[in-house]
């Protein structure tokens, strides 16, 4: 079946006054990028990332106009190499997509091959970007802080940023696998949204900041996920038990990190960093597989929000004040 020359996107670009402006536009085939596989994308998703990208953000793409999106899901329509067929169903999150390279807010992408993999068995398409980045990103965190010898009998697991995409999956997968999890947002009324993932009890934002100064605190915490950084990956640092281990993978709060080497030298807390964006195969295929199997969370309810591609800007403009909860999943079947 022969490709369509023009297709769907969302394009976001620069006017002369420095401002930008997202569209929903017929775009050119010829416009994509050379790659080795041409995606028909099925499925894509929102993070914060790609908020940043369709906001003009020029630490995140540099030049517009351009269509965002870090996540794709959907059947590969062309392939000129003899990894893919024609037909397959594959995800493709991170890398370059939707930064500097056309993204997933579009019904066709074309990257090269090493930027995809194939759908897990048990996985639909959909699903897979219910989980999107900020669901890789979860089990990898998860993934590291297992591989370092957490085990569920040590104690309690904070989540900090617990109703955000990455934060919401972590509770959920951690909850599944047995772990006593601890939930820190700073919404007050999500409580019951977080415990019907599973969180044990829930902590406020000033809970997880400790603004005291001291360098170290009681230690409470066995393990920990950090999506936020700043002032409460320091904390979380600073309330880590002997040996605790801490998962950092998020900026939210704040790049900068202010802390002491004494949970190092004196509880031997282990500070864990979590790529996402170019993981090489191996572990980026078994992420997938845990998430397709026996990490496998319910993946309906208020968990997930759905949107077409026409619906997706309000809610681009509502993830960057903070307003979004768990995933959203962008049909680009609608």
């Known amino acids: 079946m022969p490709l369509p020359q023009s297709f769907k996107a969302m394009v ?39 908020a940043l990208s369709a906001s ?33 169903g594959v995800i493709v999150t991170g890398f370059d997509l939707g930064m500097n390279t056309s993204g997933g807010y579009s019904r066709f992408i074309s990257i090269p091959s090493g930027w995809a993999v194939k759908l897990p068995q048990g996985l639909s398409l959909r699903d897979s970007m219910a989980y999107g980045t900020a669901g890789f990103t979860a089990a990898l965190c998860v993934m590291r802080l297992s591989a370092y010898g957490l085990t569920k009998d040590q104690g ?60 170290l605190q ?10 936020v950084g700043g002032n409460i990956l320091a ?3 600073k309330t880590a038990k002997d040996g605790g281990l801490v998962a950092a993978c998020g900026n939210a709060m704040s790049a900068d990190l202010v802390t002491s080497v004494f949970p190092f030298i004196l509880r031997g807390v282990s500070l864990l960093g979590v790529n996402s964006v170019d993981v090489p195969m191996r572990p980026r295929t078994m992420a997938w597989q845990k998430l397709a199997n026996e990490w496998t969370i319910d993946l309906s309810g208020d968990l997930i929000t759905e949107c077409s591609l026409e619906e997706l800007s309000p809610k681009i403009d509502l993830i960057l004040k903070g307003g979004i909860r768990g995933r959203v999943v962008v049909d680009l079947n609608a």
Do not use: C, M
């Open 235 to 237: 904390t979380a640092l």
């Open 12 to 50: 976001v670009s620069e006017t002369a006054d420095k401002t930008f402006v997202r569209e929903i536009k017929q775009r050119e085939l010829s416009e994509l990028p050379a790659g080795e596989l041409i995606v028909e994308v099925k499925y894509s998703s929102l993070n914060y990332k790609d």
């Open 156 to 215: 309690e697991v904070l989540v900090t940023g617990a109703t955000g995409g990455v934060g919401s999956i972590a509770v959920s997968i951690l909850a599944k696998l047995g772990y006593e999890v601890v939930a820190a947002t700073g919404k007050a009324d999500e409580k019951d949204f977080l415990t019907r993932l599973g969180a044990k009890s829930i902590i406020s934002r000033e809970e997880a900041n400790d603004t005291s100064g001291r360098p």
């Open 56 to 88: 003009g953000n020029k630490g995140v793409t540099r030049k517009y106009p351009h269509t965002p999106g870090i996540d794709a899901a959907g059947v590969v329509a062309d392939s000129t190499t003899r990894a893919f067929a024609v037909g397959e």
């Open 218 to 227: 009681k230690g409470r915490w066995a393990g920990v996920v950090d999506t």
